[in-house]
């Protein structure tokens, strides 16, 4: 075996070997070594900006874990330009864990506080943040029980610690950012979630009078849709200035060169292929983006996996088909998909001798990428499978009219009401307010399964449509079932 055929089975290798995580569970680590730093999420670690929305997979769980770790804090600064990170202490307000945890609610004891004869959505977060200032105080602080009978008592008590806590912390230079995930986990139905929402979102924009306390709110693309929790006075003021997580192409590149990076055979290998096509400068060094130079990671990417889809550049470019093929209504790609269609595609036989994967490899990439997100889709919303099964075997794009007759034959209604058992939360919140096709297909939109064009045609991308069994003309063929 010749130097090239040995780096490019070393990488092919190291491309099989990637850690496919899940996702991020509630009270993981994660460590300096594991992170990957797009340029695009610098505003995700900008404490003035406290709201971060983001599709699952888009790193939201990720982020509010990262930033728990004091020495990934230190990296963060360092390379988006927050020095205030480094002298800044991070505490999860709320993760949808299970484990008990020392300040943090879990889900069952926020189930238990709603049952409180004093029960109001602002006095929890409130006592939250009380019983934490009297915690970074040195102060003994109550359980959340005793603290939301105290502070319906005795209101200032929440701006009075706050307040001590706030000038502590600015005359020593520190700063306090509590992080909120997982928000669709606070309760069992939509109309307590949007409660719980609205006062978190409230108590965030009333930390903007203090100097060095913030919170760090993520958020579902579903829960910012949905008008009913911005339905408050000043909203605009966190709606407006939040932070959409989304990965652009080269930042997807950046990541899949970063994880061949982690891998010991695989970072000689990749450096060593990179220097002999002179793209050096497109390697993610200490999982620093890359994306300033594009055209090296064009070049490196086609030297890892050919140039184009098929034989000539009618099938596509591999470095702008893959991440079109594989991006949802809004655009959108998730890492652990994009990394997953690379995976696949370093596992199938025969392997390229002159290549350390190629187009067929990527094409049966797709697909699986395309069944393990719809997947994904499937788990955190319920409702989404009859109504793609209504469409099964039928071509998209397709007129509204087709659409809502497809939905209607099919009694998907009916059938979300059934899959989802009743309960509320597993149902769209639009759709709870107005159990219409209207609403259903507005839902759809909001999670980018469905996008409408400018004809008004409706259509679903790829990435779901091939897994299920939905047809377009020119497109990635849907695998036959046996």
């Not at 959505?121 to 409130?126: F, G």
């Not at 997807?252 to 990179?274: N, P, Q, S, T």
């Not at 007759?405 to 939360?425: C, F, P, Y």
Request: aromatic fraction near 8%; hydrophobic fraction near 40%.
């Amino acid at each position: 075996m010749n130097d090239v055929s040995s780096s490019f089975f070393a990488i092919r290798r190291a491309i099989a070997d990637f850690r496919l995580a899940r996702k991020v569970e509630p009270n993981a680590t994660i460590l300096p070594q594991e992170v990957f730093l797009p340029v695009g999420h610098r505003g995700v670690l900008d404490m003035r900006r406290q709201l971060v929305v983001g599709e699952r997979g888009m790193g939201k769980s990720f982020w509010t874990h990262a930033l728990s770790n004091e020495d990934v804090r230190d990296k963060l600064a360092a390379y988006y330009r927050f020095p205030e990170l480094k002298s800044t202490e991070v505490i999860i307000g709320f993760n949808g864990s299970d484990r008990r945890q020392r300040l943090a609610p879990t889900v069952d004891d926020l189930a238990e506080i709603r049952q409180l004869p004093n029960f109001k959505p602002d006095l929890v977060w409130k006592a939250l943040l009380l019983r934490m200032a009297e915690d970074k105080l040195g102060k003994k602080f109550d359980t959340m029980a005793d603290t939301i009978t105290l502070l319906d008592q005795q209101p200032s008590r929440y701006s009075e610690a706050l307040s001590q806590l706030d000038d502590h912390l600015t005359v020593n230079r520190r700063n306090l950012l509590i992080v909120f995930d997982a928000l669709d986990r606070l309760a069992m139905d939509w109309s307590t979630i949007r409660e719980l929402t609205r006062a978190l979102l409230r108590l965030a924009i009333g930390l903007q009078s203090f100097r060095s306390i913030r919170a760090k709110i993520f958020m579902r693309v579903d829960m910012f849709s949905d008008r009913e929790i911005f339905r408050f006075q000043d909203s605009s003021k966190i709606k407006n200035d939040h932070v959409s997580l989304m990965w652009q192409a080269e930042e997807l590149y950046g990541l899949v060169l970063f994880e061949i990076l982690r891998d010991h055979d695989g970072e000689a290998a990749l450096k060593r292929l990179a220097a002999q096509t002179e793209t050096l400068p497109a390697l993610p060094i200490n999982g620093e983006d890359s994306r300033l130079h594009v055209n090296e990671q064009r070049r490196l990417v086609h030297a890892l996996a050919g140039e184009f889809m098929g034989s000539n550049k009618k099938r596509g470019l591999v470095y702008t088909w893959v991440p079109l093929h594989l991006s949802d209504a809004a655009n959108t790609c998730s890492p652990r998909t994009f990394l997953t269609a690379w995976n696949v595609a370093a596992e199938r036989v025969p392997a390229p001798t002159d290549h350390a994967i190629d187009h067929l490899g990527l094409l049966d990439g797709v697909r699986s990428a395309s069944r393990s997100r719809l997947n994904e889709l499937y788990e955190d919303y319920e409702w989404i499978r009859p109504s793609l099964e209504a469409l099964q075997r039928q071509f998209v794009p397709m007129s509204r009219d087709q659409l809502f007759q497809l939905w209607n034959d099919h009694r998907v209604m009916q059938a979300i009401a059934a899959s989802t058992h009743g309960e509320v939360s597993k149902t769209p919140a639009g759709l709870t307010d107005s159990p219409e096709f209207e609403a259903l297909l507005q839902a759809m939109k909001a999670v980018a399964v469905m996008d409408e064009r400018s004809n008004g045609k409706i259509n679903v991308p790829d990435i779901y449509r091939v897994e299920a069994g939905i047809l377009r003309k020119g497109g990635v063929a849907v695998p036959k079932r046996s």
